[in-house]
């Protein structure tokens, strides 16, 4: 089972967390489940990008970048070559280190 090592985020997880989900899983599902509760307007639809995450390590293992999450990639806040919409990025074996950015476009959320 791969480990996914978020990295120090204010807001999710202060200290960092370390957490281990089944292949075939989405890295917001699993970050979901074990409590990291990141921002997923569209509920994993693939229509916003407020579950933009970048990989920092084990980019490569992960499913290829589909048209439509490339697309919306180009509207995420603090874009980098290594960005992934989290409900879209599938783990395959390999564990991850994923940095949570600072901010989304949610619009929508309180205090923001």
């Known amino acids: 089972m791969p480990i996914i090592k978020i990295m ?3 807001e999710y997880c ?3 967390i370390e957490v281990s989900a089944p292949s075939g899983t ?3 599902e699993a970050l979901l489940e074990n409590g990291i509760n990141i921002e997923h307007a569209c509920d994993m639809s693939a229509a916003c990008t407020t579950c933009h995450v970048v990989v920092r390590e084990g980019f490569a293992s992960l499913n290829d970048l589909d048209e439509t999450e490339e ?3 180009d509207r995420a806040w603090g874009l980098e070559p290594n960005s992934r919409l989290s409900c879209q990025a599938i783990l395959a074996q390999k564990d991850l280190l994923v940095e949570i950015p600072k901010y989304s476009i949610n619009h ?3 205090n923001h």
Do not use: N, R, Y
């Open 14 to 16: 202060p200290q960092g």
């Open 108 to 110: 929508a959320k309180e």
């Open 8 to 10: 120090p985020h204010p």
């Open 26 to 28: 989405s890295i917001c």
């Open 71 to 73: 697309d919306l990639l």
